[in-house]
């Protein structure tokens, strides 16, 4: 929010006198894509963050690798924060307030968004549409049935935003005769499924779509992403 602020990074980047490193921290993944990028280029590691796995979950809560625990931690959360908050009122305040500020601060104010609820209202939509084929022109056939005027573009555009602030990933369809992607048509899935869990549980969504997302991020944080579109195919 500070102009200028990529250039004082650089300026100490080059400063080699400086017994210290940078580390940029951020939850919009166009900060690297502009004026910072250029003055760092081939200077910087970007690495992406994830919210803890199942073995991470083990060690934090010390519990016994099983098909119990397992569920427990896909029927939870994987943020940092949700291991130390005392119940699940609390729990559950704090993800939606997580929600409400990644979606005005990172999105609404960056973008000028003019109709907050219709974005809200995508990201729900993806919510509990999560691991299912979904394509803009099903989502703008939704709001239609809901008497809900929006346009193509302005949904494509929401969907990228919430890309963007990694409240949600997007897969391609990938057909693996052609060996080319099919367009239109991609599969979405959260960042983590305390979105599900604790803000829209009164949705049924079933083990095998939250196993699907758990099965994604995991291949994601490996860097397996051709695998990833295999599997979803």
């Known amino acids: 929010m500070i102009k200028g602020w990529e250039h004082f990074v650089n300026s100490h980047s080059q400063d080699f006198s400086e017994p210290c490193e940078i580390f940029i921290t951020g939850s919009n993944s166009e900060m690297l894509s502009g004026e910072l990028a250029t003055l760092l ?4 590691v970007k690495f992406e963050i994830f919210p803890f796995s199942y073995a991470e979950y083990l060690g934090i809560t010390k519990k016994q690798k099983s098909r119990w625990s397992y569920a427990e931690y896909m029927e939870t959360g994987a943020l940092p924060e949700l291991f130390v908050l005392p119940n699940e009122e609390t729990r559950r305040n704090y993800i939606s307030a997580l929600k409400d500020t990644i ?9 000028t968004i ?3 609820k219709l974005l809200e209202d995508v990201f729900i939509y993806l919510v ?6 979904i394509s803009i022109t099903n989502i703008l ?3 239609g049935t809901k008497k809900r ?6 949904l494509s555009n929401y969907i990228s935003y919430l890309e963007q602030s990694f409240l949600i990933h997007k897969l391609e369809r990938f057909n693996i005769k052609g060996k080319k992607v099919l367009s239109g048509i991609y599969k979405y899935y959260m960042s983590d499924l305390c979105f599900k869990n604790y803000l829209y549980p009164e949705f049924d969504h079933g083990v095998g779509y939250k196993l699907e997302n758990l099965l994604f991020l ?3 944080k490996k860097g397996i992403y051709g695998l990833c579109r295999h599997f979803q195919g």
């Open 114 to 116: 003019k109709d907050a």
């Open 41 to 44: 280029a081939g200077r910087y």
């Open 149 to 154: 005027k929006t346009s193509y573009d302005t």
């Open 128 to 133: 509990n549409n999560a691991s299912n084929l």
């Open 141 to 143: 056939n939704y709001f």
């Open 218 to 220: 995991e291949l994601k």
């Open 103 to 111: 979606l005005l601060r990172d999105i609404i104010w960056h973008y």
